[in-house]
């Protein structure tokens, strides 16, 4: 099973992914990239940020991925 395929499915499953549950989940370094790979094949997948404390308890915000609507495609 590729890295988009494993992306795919969690997607449809859990709906969003943030870069530190791909890498901890799914061993996926490069998310952007292959959330890059999803939407050239058609998924419709939005950006939004996420607020989160890093491990020195410091805010900061990442990436947070949500699929929208079925996933029909890719």
Known sequence: MTQCE???NWLLEHG?????T???ELGIYRLGARIHDLRR???????LRKKVRNR???ACEVALYRLEGGGDHA
């Open 22 to 24: 791909a890498w901890a």
């Open 41 to 47: 094949r058609g998924l419709n997948i939005v950006s």
């Open 56 to 58: 020195f308890g410091e």
């Open 16 to 20: 969003e992914i943030d870069p530190l």
């Open 6 to 8: 494993r992306l795919k």
